[in-house]
């Protein structure tokens, strides 16, 4: 068996741009070290069961890559004469099926699916000198993956233990127009002042996304317990008995009595119904209120809590008039209604952001896809305590 099996070494874990601090969060909660970092990766150093574990319990993660080695490759040919001395029959077995990825600064590759079929072919050399067979190969990421990253002369060779990323947390079977990716959504809550004890308001919920996250982390249930299949399941070092283990070690973490109150909200019966499915797929739905209604007539429990809108961004050049209505009736809800709360509102169009008519305590930036994005944070003063207004 190769030595990635069972000695530890370096992982990195990739994410979107500025979620790595929740992910660093999540990373030494896990009981593991902070090694290094970017602007879309965190490093640390463990065992592949280490690696399993984090597929598991991550909520913010994209990939966990484990280092396989690290080599020198001026061109083409010495990079493909490197991968052929890798033990890949110690690593997946000739009737499996496998797949390559890779990104590169290397002047002698223009097009990444060529260097993905150059290594394809080095492993399959391999293979028939080893084992006069070799497994089958593809773009699909649903088995073994690895990962080729190539820069200059310098190469490293990852196996991607997650192989589908897991942005994906895999409740979601029913999407409405526009949802936030789950990995998302928990980074966005992450990045709240929600103590996981106070009411969670969700209006505008659409296919109930934020709400579920909500859940999810509140009753400290793994997102990775809801996905069946990973890229760590297809190769040698994959033990099923070992990884059982480890799935109810989790499983007895859950917390069953949850204490906070979740509301989700829409005026939109299909969306409702999707996200009621969703959670269910999740198995929260026994967690959160979902209620029918326009989202200025949300209840609102007295105390403090957070209050999370992520509304249409209106991409169009040129803001509607009905989308500055919607933001300034945001606006209103909170002045209104939210006293004692924290508000929130994610937008990707920073011109709508103004008819809220209210000054962000706080400004927090992330990506939904192509868009910059920004999490507003507006205190709701209680009492006589005068609300930051801006005119």
């Known amino acids: 068996m190769h030595p990635i099996f069972n000695t530890a070494r370096p992982i990195v874990v990739s994410c979107s741009p500025h979620i790595v601090p929740y992910l660093k969060a999540e990373i030494l909660s896990a009981g593991l070290t902070i090694e290094n970092e970017s602007n879309a990766t965190v490093h640390t150093i463990g065992t592949f069961d280490d690696a399993v574990r984090l597929n598991l319990c991550l909520r913010t993660a994209n990939h966990v890559f484990l280092l396989i080695r690290k080599f020198k490759a001026a061109t083409l040919q010495q990079l493909s004469d490197e991968v052929k001395k890798v033990e890949w029959e110690e690593m997946i077995p000739a009737d499996g099926y496998f797949s390559i990825h890779s990104i590169s600064e290397h002047p002698e590759v223009t097009n990444f699916m060529?260097?993905?079929?150059?290594?394809?072919?080095?492993?399959?050399?391999?293979?028939?000198?080893?084992?006069?067979?070799?497994?089958?190969?593809?773009?699909?990421?649903?088995?073994a993956v690895f990962f080729l990253h190539w820069k200059k002369e310098e190469a490293s060779l990852y196996l991607d233990t997650s192989g589908e990323s897991l942005t994906k947390h895999g409740y979601r079977k029913i999407s409405m127009k526009a949802p936030l990716q789950e990995s998302l959504a928990a980074a966005i809550i992450l990045a709240t002042r929600?103590?996981?004890?106070?009411?969670?308001?969700?209006?505008?919920?659409?296919?109930?996304?934020?709400?579920?996250?909500?859940?999810?982390?509140?009753?400290?249930?793994?997102?990775?317990?809801?996905?069946?299949?990973?890229?760590?399941?297809?190769?040698?070092g994959f033990d099923e008995k070992k990884f059982q283990t480890v799935k109810k070690n989790l499983e007895q973490k859950i917390i069953h009595d949850v204490t906070p109150l979740i509301i989700a909200t829409d005026h939109d019966r299909k969306a409702l119904n999707a996200a009621k499915e969703n959670a269910a797929l999740a198995g929260?739905?026994?967690?959160?209120?979902?209620?029918?209604?326009?989202?200025?007539?949300?209840?609102?429990?007295?105390?403090?809590g957070v209050i999370i809108f992520n509304p249409p961004y209106g991409e169009r050049l040129g803001a509607s008039e009905e989308l500055k209505h919607l933001y300034s009736d945001i606006g209103n809800f909170l002045k209104q209604k939210a006293a004692g709360y924290f508000g929130y509102v994610f937008t990707a169009n920073q011109q709508l952001a103004k008819h809220i008519g209210l000054k962000p305590k706080t400004k927090k930036n992330f990506l939904n896809g192509s868009l910059e994005c920004k999490l507003l944070e507006f205190e709701m003063y209680e009492g006589s305590r005068k609300i930051n207004s801006e005119k």
């Open 114 to 143: 060529f260097l993905n079929m150059k290594i394809k072919d080095a492993v399959a050399d391999r293979f028939m000198v080893k084992m006069s067979k070799r497994p089958d190969s593809g773009s699909e990421k649903n088995k």
């Open 284 to 304: 929260v739905i026994d967690l959160i209120q979902f209620l029918q209604c326009e989202f200025n007539v949300t209840k609102i429990p007295e105390g403090k």
């Open 194 to 236: 929600w103590d996981k004890n106070s009411p969670f308001i969700n209006p505008m919920c659409g296919s109930g996304t934020l709400a579920i996250e909500a859940a999810l982390i509140a009753s400290n249930k793994p997102p990775g317990l809801i996905r069946e299949n990973f890229g760590f399941m297809h190769v040698f």
